[in-house]
């Protein structure tokens, strides 16, 4: 199960259906917790700090007699991890992650109920010091959304991505559902994945709580001259008061927990990534819970 986690961030961070141009920057920290094998064995510890931040850009836009866009848009997406590890955590996972890419996306309509969306891009996913031509991943993807209702899509297709040597292409969903007004909801699977409710108290005013949110980083590693790739998988949940400090931009704090920060280490091959697949067989070790807090910026064009 774990590894279908890992693959799921791989292919979805990609995929962002907006069509107003966006920034979002964020600086995350996740105190220090145990590292521990998957015996229980005590591996020493480690703490995260992350930069990331993340631009949608439409650059046309066309609505057809229905009002449904037709659209195509650039995505810039980047983080930059800091792990600050004790005993032997340090000898399983680097020491820095930098990922920064790419996308570009086009979206249209199909009929009053289908869309296609489809993307393409790639990034640098690397160890700062180990950038070299393996460390440029090619992601990409075709989904073709549902809506079931007004506030409800749903969508599958394939994803794209050469993260385990040779391209793979792999069965992907998108769900998105939200109810609007003085009181949120939303559960969202699309660029990550994020379920939470909120309640606005004013013009300015938002508290979110944050029940679940998926993310990850992944680094190309040579380890004794192989070719290895290190999937990092974090969920927590928190609670986040946004505040408004002018018509376009916000304000925002999180305070929570990160229950699960795994990580695997496998070797880039069809052979492993299959022989893995459902049965867990490479390297998966996990940190314990840890406290999670953040500060981020977004601005809406």
Known sequence: MKKILYISILFIWAISIKLQAQADLKTEYMTPSSFKSEDGENLGSGSLYKISGRYDLPISTKLNSLGQPTSWMVSLAGSYGILQNDG??????PDKILNAGINITYMRPLSKKWM??????GGIYSSPDEIGAKSILVNGGAIFMYKVRKNFDLGIGLGLTNSFGPPIVMPIAVVNWHLSGKY??????SNGMKIYGAMKLNDKFKVKLVAMEMDGMSAV????GQSMIYSSLTIKSYLSPEYKIGKHSTLYMNAGGAWLRSTSLTKRSLKDFFNNLFHDKDRNMD???AGYFAIGFKYKF
């Open 88 to 93: 032997a955590a340090t000898s399983f996972n």
């Open 221 to 224: 590693m040579d380890i004794d």
């Open 287 to 289: 940190f314990y819970p």
């Open 116 to 121: 296609l969306v489809s993307t393409l891009g």
């Open 184 to 189: 949120e909801v939303r559960a969202n699977i």
